[in-house]
T-cell receptor, first 115, second 116 residues
């Protein structure tokens, strides 16, 4: 079974600062993918970034980067230069890279960016 | 291009009634997923379709829940004899499927179901 743990129910950051959202995972699969999604108050789930378990480089997408530490089973999201529009719920998720590819989600972290 | 669409966006129903929720995936996406998000919670997997078949129904919470997909496109999630604990946001997602790994799932805006 797969499990995602997000231990930070809420995080606060000032505009233009960087913030790290924690995610640890547990799986017996050898090949898997890790995802981060953003959910604004409007409710839609927005895909942010993907990291494959065999990728040697940490994934980056604009201001988002994923700090992947495979031995520690962690996949923290780093948002650089926070913007007011980054205020939202952030979900870490994972799925195996073979077979049924359902996502298993963590409970989320609510990020609030202040001016 | 058009994203995943869901209808209705909001549904209020009385306990005991049946409801149908619709999902229209991104054109060309062969994989379709239904998830449920209860208030303040993460997403809970319900069912997955590959084409018109559902190889994984493990997440359906009870036999009151069923889903079908026709023509490899539109999917309908049906909840019979709704209960108050069925109140949640029901999210649909679609993706391409690749043999050696998957692609990211794109989510629709969800249907907020309230059972009174």
């Amino acid at each position: 079974a797969q499990k995602i743990t997000q231990t930070q129910p809420g995080m606060f950051v000032q505009e233009k600062e960087a913030v790290t959202l924690d995610c640890t995972y547990d799986t017996s699969d050898q090949s898997y993918g890790l995802f981060w999604y953003k959910q604004p108050s409007s409710g839609e789930m927005i895909f942010l970034i993907y990291q494959g378990s065999y990728d040697e480089q940490n994934a980056t997408e604009g201001r988002y980067s994923l700090n992947f530490q495979k031995a520690r089973k962690s996949a923290n999201l780093v948002i650089s230069a926070s913007q007011l529009g980054d205020s939202a719920m952030y979900f870490c998720a994972m799925r195996p890279n073979t077979g049924f590819q359902k996502l298993v989600f963590g409970t989320g972290t609510r990020l609030l960016v202040s001016p | 291009g058009a994203g995943v669409s869901q209808s209705p966006s909001n549904k209020v129903t009385e306990k005991g009634k049946d409801v149908e929720l619709r999902c229209d995936p991104i054109s060309g996406h062969t994989a379709l997923y239904w998830y449920r998000q209860s208030l303040g919670q993460g997403l809970e997997f319900l069912i997955y379709f590959q084409g018109n078949s559902a190889p994984d129904k493990s997440g359906l919470p009870s036999d009151r829940f069923s889903a079908e997909r026709t023509g490899g496109s539109v999917s309908t999630l049906t909840i019979q004899r709704t209960q108050q604990e069925d109140s949640a946001v029901y999210l649909c997602a679609s993706s391409l499927v690749h043999r050696q790994g998957g692609y990211e799932q794109y989510f629709g805006p969800g249907t907020r179901l309230t059972v009174t």
